[in-house]
């Protein structure tokens, strides 16, 4: 019996001094624990990175600056349309996007939808000054215009390389979706060289395909990599609903910067033409021919006497490089050609009967001259009622004479009044001569009211003059 109490009253000691060890123990290490928690909020509140300091360490998703740097050059673009009424007061419709400023100068680019038939055309910087612009020129096929407001010392942004682009490389849309000014959204290049027949028109579809977020009042707006370059200029979404699905579509840069540089440099693109017309490689033709991949342009017609035709190109032969690059959708070969001039040589990879050749071909103009041609449809030109274009060298020593040719008429118009007919050579303006569209253009905006055209047609032996009233 004693020896059970001995027993127990040692059990007891020994519990009694476990928890004061443990105790002890319990709150140095509490102590320890608050001290370092302690430390770690103070070098957390002292050495706390900002938050473009936190983007900038996951690498590729430092999307703060670029976005700063960008949206201070994406301007908030108002088109109106005015619809004059006899009886009644006059009809306004109006339509919103965006543009992309590049220069500090003023010029703007934007999608030539925005601005299709607009009077008067709006623009609102991101410091909330207001600006009319001008129409300098457009590119219906590639959807591009370029307008300009009369500013200076404007933020503005650089073109990247789009043929760097790489698929699942982070981009940042840029715009006034439903007026909300200088929106950024992000996304990822889902695909590259896309045609999504949006046009509706012959055209040149050879999109980057995004799924950064843009809706009505994005187009226009920029697409820039995460160094804040221009890779595109966002134009469309593909869509059940008419709002954003996921897919958005961008005109790359290097067609929009080709297309900017006519329009500045010559008033108008000067596309150039292989002379071929051509279809997508599929598993058929790719097995009928041998390929061993299911790529290239085929090609299904060559033009008699055309560039292709005096490279050698036959009905078949598939194009599956331009200088180097690869053409292995028509969509690609079609952005690689648009990015040429009349003049211009290009080396040609193709596949003819199992085997890789190549060729040189010396490009065309739409009239198979290797002249700089291109048909001008300046607002000046368009309200009168015609488009016109330069002559080539082959016309000018044909009619021994210098002039612009009238290309088309616009029904119920002014030029249509006094019966001109396309093919028309204007030669001279209210008695001074007129060599070319540029000139022809600085004397009709100096004319007065009362217009006197003279001119001939081609096969006539006279002169045809016409009168009208500016």
């Given amino acids: 019996m004693t020896k059970s109490i001995n027993t127990i009253i040692i059990a007891l000691c020994c519990s009694a001094l476990s928890i004061l060890v443990y105790d002890y123990f ?12 302690a430390q770690l909020v103070s070098e957390r509140n002292n050495n706390s990175p900002s938050a473009l300091e936190r983007s900038s360490a996951i690498g590729e998703l430092s999307f703060i600056e670029p976005a700063n740097k960008a949206k201070n050059s994406v301007v908030g673009l108002e088109a109106v349309q005015v619809k004059k009424e006899v009886f009644r007061k006059d009809q306004y419709s109006k339509s919103n996007g965006s543009g992309v400023i ?20 709006n623009i609102t910087l991101e410091d909330r000054r207001e600006f009319k612009a001008e129409l300098i020129g457009y590119d219906r096929p590639t959807d591009i215009a370029v307008i300009k407001i009369d500013a200076s010392a404007l933020s503005y942004l650089q073109f990247g390389d789009s043929d760097d682009l790489q698929i699942g490389e982070w981009v940042l849309a840029i715009g006034n979706p439903f007026k909300l000014s200088s929106s950024v959204t992000a996304g990822i290049v889902s695909a590259k060289a896309r045609s999504i027949d949006i046009f509706k028109r012959p055209g040149i579809e050879s999109f980057i395909q995004t799924d950064a977020a843009i809706n009505p009042g994005n187009s226009g707006g920029a697409l820039i990599n995460t160094v804040g370059e221009v890779v595109g200029i966002n134009t469309a979404i593909l869509t059940y609903s008419g709002k954003y699905e996921g897919f958005s579509f961008a005109v790359p840069s290097n067609m929009v910067q080709k ?19 051509g279809l997508n490689v599929n598993e058929k033709r790719a097995e009928a021919l041998g390929l061993e991949k299911i790529e290239g342009l085929f090609i299904d017609m060559v033009e008699k006497d055309g560039a292709a035709s005096e490279a050698g190109l036959l009905y078949e032969d598939v194009i599956i490089a331009l200088d180097g690059k690869p053409t292995p959708s028509k969509p690609t070969f079609l952005e690689i050609i648009a990015q040429y001039r009349p003049g211009d040589s290009v080396t040609i990879s193709y596949i003819r009967k199992g085997s890789v050749r190549t060729t040189s071909a010396t490009l065309r103009n739409q009239l198979n001259t290797t002249d700089y041609i291109a048909v001008r449809k300046d607002k000046i030109f368009t309200d009168l009622g015609f488009e016109l ?12 004479t210098e002039g612009v040719m009238v290309v088309s008429i616009y029904k ?4 249509a009044s006094v019966n001109m007919d396309p093919g028309y050579i204007i030669t001279s303006i209210n008695n001074q001569p007129v060599s070319d569209l540029k000139e022809f253009k600085k004397l009709l905006e100096a004319a ?4 006197y055209l003279n001119g001939i047609y081609e096969n006539y032996p006279r002169e045809w003059p016409y009168k009208f009233s500016k």
């Fill in 102 to 121: 590049i220069s500090a100068n003023g010029f703007i680019v934007t999608n030539y939808h925005v601005v299709e038939n607009a009077d008067d055309i």
């Fill in 259 to 277: 297309v900017i540089t006519d329009i500045r440099e010559y008033g108008a693109v000067q596309r150039a033409w292989l002379g071929i017309s």
């Fill in 389 to 400: 274009r330069d002559l080539d060298s082959a016309e000018k020593e044909l009619n021994a």
């Fill in 412 to 415: 119920d118009s002014k030029i």
């Fill in 448 to 451: 007065e009211s009362q217009i």
């Fill in 26 to 37: 319990r709150n140095d290490s509490i102590d320890t624990m608050e001290e370092n928690y």
